[in-house]
């Protein structure tokens, strides 16, 4: 024991005359780890002047519908809505079946939560339908500029002063950021977000491939333009031949919702009872959601993606 107690002696005696040598050293060596650390904090900083988008379900779908600038204001009316139509179901049913007033306002509240992000949804298809109707356009003056010398920055410059909204707004949103010093292949991949069409995500990596390994990007850039073209031709092709399928579909939709209307404003002795039961209600119910699910598969039956 005493061996042993002499030993740890020895070793503490010795590792404070080393520290103690040293001191001076290891004081300078941890202010130089501190400035490191300082420097690449603020390194990091500055990399990180931009604003980091949000990844959520509501902030992806605004984006697609250009309205990401109001995150917070549709968020609270999003709210609002399913709150909303929680309480009108529960009035509804306060009316017709007042035991049931809890589980309407149960039934209302994802009703009107999906039925805004329904909404949001038809907005963002709609204006990304609008861009995709005028990305051949986009492609063309981006041709005419590239083949008469003009650099990628100076093209998007021209889109953003030309082409039609909304495209135009992506583009001179993507211009103001490579002017603010962000790196080109992060913001088209950010417009690649913003914009959900394949053609202009072949866009992307064509420049991405011709910034690599080089080669005629007008050429690349024009016959996609061309391609876009054919395709919006078979489309519409496709659409003339599906016109009497999704007519017959709406039509057979419809046609129970309006053979009960005419039956009931016809001799209302036949529906009044059937309504008046509680067990007939749920299952009307359950047949309106039924109709609904077939109607939708008519409706995908005939329908393509070109």
Known sequence: MMVFCSVIAIG???????KSGHADELMRLSKQKRRLADRDRDNA???NIFTKQRDDYLSRVLAL????????QMKTNWIITTVSSGVVFAIIMMFGVPELMVVGFIIGLPIG???????????????????????????ETMVSSLRAGSPIM???KVIAETSPDPIRGEFKRGLISLQLGKPFKDTLKEMCLRIKAPDFQLLTQAIFISQDVGGNLADVVSVIAVAIRERFKLRDFLAALTSQ????AMFIGCLPYGIT???????PGYI??????PVARIVLLLLIIWEGIGFYILMKMTTFEV
């Open 113 to 139: 939560a999906a039925g805004f992000i329904f909404y949001l949804n038809w907005v963002a298809k709609r204006r990304q339908a609008r861009m995709t109707e005028q990305l051949p356009q986009v492609l």
């Open 272 to 277: 009044i009872p059937f309504l008046n039961h």
């Open 245 to 248: 399928g999704k007519a017959t």
């Open 45 to 47: 900083e500055e990399d």
């Open 261 to 267: 209307m005419i039956t009931y404003l016809a001799t």
């Open 65 to 72: 519908a250009g309205l990401e600038a109001r995150y917070d």
């Open 154 to 156: 100076e093209c998007f």
């Open 12 to 18: 503490v005696l010795a590792i404070a005359a080393l």
